[in-house]
T-cell receptor, first 114, second 115 residues
């Protein structure tokens, strides 16, 4: 049981390049999330997917797209990377039940855009 | 709207002394509250959660938190700090029921533990 896995762990991009961050979970969770973490800002939600086939914008969606490929996988795409997207990206999943909302996080992807 | 404020960006304690990390929340309904811990260059791990059951919640590694509705607080405590507790801690509040489980994170409190 690996939990939430993310690839790659590290990535350096030049401005204007594109890339896709991959996330997979093996806990049979319905909901999945993408966050970015910047110093002193906590975690900010980029996009989320409440169930397979649905996605919604979070707090900071500009410059990103997502795909919920199936129940297990949720990818984040940067079409034209900008230095402002230098950050650590975390994927998370949860089973939303009653008032139980805890999320389980992957190890993160550290992205630098030069 | 829901929000969460962590009152200290950095807390420093000596090993063996108590830890207090402060968190205040704002919510228009009875929220779910969480504390997560992040060790350097790692992902986030759930320490404990409050979901309208007992107001004193015990978590992993000897941490606990008390939900005080009258003070809108959910402070994290530990009686005796250990070097391995050095990490960043996030107080988190649920957005609302039916919000697909969305959470709002505080900006974090970095805990340093001196030998």
């Amino acid at each position: 049981n690996a939990g939430v896995t993310q690839t790659p762990k590290f990535q350096v991009l030049k401005t204007g390049q594109s890339m896709t961050l991959q996330c997979a979970q093996d806990m049979n969770h319905n909901s999945m999330y993408w966050y970015r973490q910047d110093p002193g800002m906590g975690l900010r939600l980029i996009y989320y997917s409440a169930s397979e086939g649905t996605t919604d914008k979070g707090e900071v969606p500009n410059g990103y797209n997502v795909s919920r490929l199936n129940k297990r996988e949720f990818s984040l795409r940067l079409e034209s990377a900008a230095p402002s997207q230098t950050s650590v990206y975390f994927c998370a999943s949860s089973v939303v039940s009653g008032y139980s909302y805890e999320q389980y996080f992957g190890p993160g992807t550290r992205l630098t855009v030069t | 709207a829901q929000s969460v404020t962590q009152l200290d960006s950095h807390v420093s304690v000596s090993e063996g002394t108590p830890v207090l990390l402060r968190c205040n929340y704002s919510s228009s309904y009875s929220p779910s509250l969480f504390w997560y811990v992040q060790h350097p260059n790692k992902g986030l791990q759930l320490l404990l959660k409050y979901t309208s059951a007992a107001t004193l919640v015990k978590g992993i590694n000897g941490f606990e938190a008390e939900f005080k509705k009258s003070e809108t607080s959910f402070h994290l405590t530990k009686p005796s700090a250990h070097m391995s507790d050095a990490a960043e801690y996030f107080c988190v509040v649920s957005v609302s029921p039916g919000s697909q489980g969305n959470l709002i994170f505080g900006k974090g409190t970095k805990l340093s533990v001196k030998p």
